[in-house]
């Protein structure tokens, strides 16, 4: 088809007789039908079913930091003032670049500390799983014609999700997701699309690992790499950043020191306030 012909084809398309889409009034006659806003993890968690990500540059501890959230929610514990639960949630944990062991280490590092109790420790093994994806990945590429296709991965994934059922699951990282040129925002909006998708298919809430660029400039937002779609497809955005020396010398904290303290703030909350910077601090414990 030549190009003429093509245009004209396409004009024909773009021409033909559409279906008006459905409308909907903004405002019920009874206020009380409108349906409750839904968090994984209490007011200010994660939004569901809806996109959020943790972000931070490498070594921040950010798999560490979904690892002890997913513990929490799974025994129905409160994670300092992030998360308060009000029961139990299933929770899927999917990571590429650690191996299942590594996870599991981590796990029996924290659990002491967030959930030590027998029936705490079974409510954990009962509600979280974990599941390696690194022979899964990519769960997109990007085919000869430039359009994002869909692999056999993503559909293993996807059955996985409808088998556990999980309220939120956790995505270790989004660089693995895909084949796209991250900074495209053409590409990344079909990648997020269906993730987002996914998430409102199986009604869970999914928070993506991200890295940030490199600089380390502007806002936690304005730091997340790659393309601005992946900022404005999340809802929630957590992001982690090591102490700086100005902050060890601020708070009195020794500088042999500093690298245990990570600073936690809200980036983005669409439904919600934004919550007041927090310090978390690594404890190491041999295992």
């Not at 660029?213 to 999340?234: M, N, T, V």
């Amino acid at each position: 088809m030549d190009g003429e012909a093509e245009f004209i084809a396409g004009w024909a398309r773009a021409t033909a007789p559409a279906v008006a889409l459905v409308t909907a009034q903004p405002l019920l006659d009874d206020e009380t039908e409108l349906p409750v806003r839904r968090w994984v993890g209490g007011h200010g968690g994660f939004p569901r079913p809806k996109l959020a990500v943790i972000s931070g540059p490498p070594g921040v501890s950010k798999t560490t930091l979904a690892l002890e959230m997913a513990i929490c929610l799974a025994s129905g514990q409160a994670f300092g003032d992030m998360l308060s639960p009000d029961e139990p949630c299933r929770v899927l944990l999917g990571v590429i670049e650690d191996e299942i062991d590594e996870i599991r280490r981590r796990a029996h590092a924290a659990v002491s500390s967030l959930a030590d109790a027998p029936y705490l420790r079974a409510m954990v093994n009962k509600n979280l799983a974990i599941v390696d994806l690194s022979d899964c990945v990519p769960f997109f590429v990007v085919s000869p014609d430039g359009t994002v296709v869909e692999t056999a991965g993503f559909a293993a994934y996807e059955a996985t999700v409808a088998a556990f059922k999980p309220d939120l699951t956790f995505l270790d990282p989004l660089v693995e997701l895909h084949t796209a040129e991250e900074n495209s925002n053409s590409l990344m909006r079909p990648v997020l699309k269906r993730l987002r998708s996914l998430a409102s298919a199986y009604d869970c809430a999914s928070c993506l690992i991200h890295h940030e660029a490199k600089s380390g400039d502007g806002s936690p937002l304005q730091r997340l790499r790659g393309a601005g779609s992946i900022g404005g497809a999340i809802r929630n955005l957590i992001s982690m950043r090591p102490m700086t020396a100005d902050e060890a010398k601020e708070y009195s904290v020794a500088e042999d020191l500093a690298d245990l303290y990570v600073k936690v703030e809200t980036g983005k909350q669409q439904y919600a306030r934004k919550a007041k910077p927090r310090w978390l601090v690594v404890e190491e414990r041999d295992l």
